[in-house]
């Protein structure tokens, strides 16, 4: 279980050349003074002198963030764009970039009214629709989120809107129908990186309606089609909860660095009994150590704060206060695993069942919360 919010990253890339939790780099000191210990790409341009070179740039710095899960590229886009950032009359293919930024920082809420900007705008933006209807899928609210997806079909993007509707059917507990609709679009895309990607929305639904041998064929198509990180720590986390620990490690293996990467890798060592392990665990710490030592904002970071505490360092009570922050940000199946588990493992009962209550009244439906499901219909 992970955020889609990058997932939907990429098609944002896709659909714009058509129309249109990351990893903290680790301080490095060189042994002499002339090594060189990284080279990052050159800078396009400081300040664009327009809005259309400000937007290329900006786009290529987010791309180039996603694919190596280093943030500090999306503080190139936000410079690219910085003339017009935040400015009520910035066209709107550079306020749709703002806000991808935004929700790529997990910077939820400001990427949602940055949106609407946008949209009222120009209302037949379909990248616009897609974001906003992924950011109210995050949020759990499917209703808006459908609302949003019938904007990308009615603005031309038909690919993209039924896969944005048959997932928001899948969250709701409607699985044979997203099969059933997830299936026929892979038989309609002779391109692999589409088809690779509807193939991991495939996967995704089939886990939520405990289909996972299906989830791990569906993943492993996926996966054949195109290499996507996005997809890796997917099937990473079925392997995990499958008990196939070094499984989970070879399809990490190619990677980059990110948080979750390193989580998973270090999860997987101690179940297979590496003390690897511990060194990987040290390196998170010290991740979250720098960002809180540059005055940075932890929260958003507190989904790998507290499968850190979970998983690795043994803290429920930590994990849960690390959870409950997360679940204020997004309201993804892994967010309410964490909620549930680490408030369950914590013995904080009246938190607990809150939580429970919360997830019911979300419509979310999910084989593996479904104990808990169960339970807080009592």
Request: glycine letters at 6%.
């Amino acid at each position: 279980m992970k955020s889609s919010v990058h997932r939907y990253l990429v098609l944002g890339v896709a659909l714009w050349s058509c129309a249109l939790l990351a990893a903290v780099p680790k301080d490095l000191r060189p042994s002499v003074d002339t090594e060189v210990i990284e080279k990052l790409p050159a800078r396009v341009s400081a300040a664009p002198a327009t809005p259309q070179a400000a937007a290329e740039a900006a786009r290529r710095w987010i791309t180039l963030s996603r694919e190596t899960s280093d943030p500090r590229y999306l503080g190139r886009a936000q410079g690219a764009m910085a003339r017009w950032w935040n400015q009520p009359d910035a066209p709107s293919d550079l306020m749709v970039l703002q806000a991808t930024v935004e929700q790529s920082r997990h910077e939820f809420s400001a990427a949602r009214a940055t949106l609407q900007r946008a949209l009222q705008a120009n209302p037949a933006h379909t990248q616009g629709w897609l974001t906003l209807a992924t950011l109210e899928r995050v949020a759990a609210r499917y209703s808006a989120s459908e609302s949003a997806c019938r904007n990308v079909a009615r603005y031309g993007a038909a690919l993209y809107a039924t896969a944005c509707l048959l997932e928001n059917k899948s969250l709701q507990g409607q699985h044979d129908a997203a099969r059933k609709g997830f299936t026929a679009l892979t038989l309609q895309l002779d391109d692999s990186p589409n088809r690779a990607w509807v193939l991991s929305l495939l996967a995704e639904s089939e886990e939520r309606a405990g289909r996972d041998d299906a989830a791990d064929a569906a993943y492993r198509r996926s996966l054949a089609d195109a290499t996507d990180g996005y997809t890796a720590l997917a099937y990473a986390d079925l392997l995990l909860r499958r008990s196939r620990a070094e499984a989970a490690i070879e399809v990490l293996k190619n990677q980059p660095e990110s948080d979750g990467v390193l989580l998973r890798r270090a999860y997987a060592l101690r179940l297979i009994g590496d003390a690897g392990w511990k060194g990987l665990t040290s390196d998170l710490q010290g991740r979250y150590a720098a960002i809180a030592a540059r005055g940075e904002e932890l929260d958003t970071h507190a989904r790998e704060r507290a499968l850190l505490a979970l998983w690795l360092q043994g803290d429920p009570s930590d994990a849960w206060r690390a959870a409950q922050a997360n679940l204020a940000l997004q309201k993804e199946p892994l967010d309410w695993w964490l909620a549930l588990q680490t408030s369950e493992q914590a013995g904080d009962a009246s938190a607990h069942q809150a939580v429970r209550q919360a997830l019911l009244q979300s419509g979310l439906k999910d084989a593996r919360l479904a104990r808990w499901q169960i339970e807080g219909a009592r």
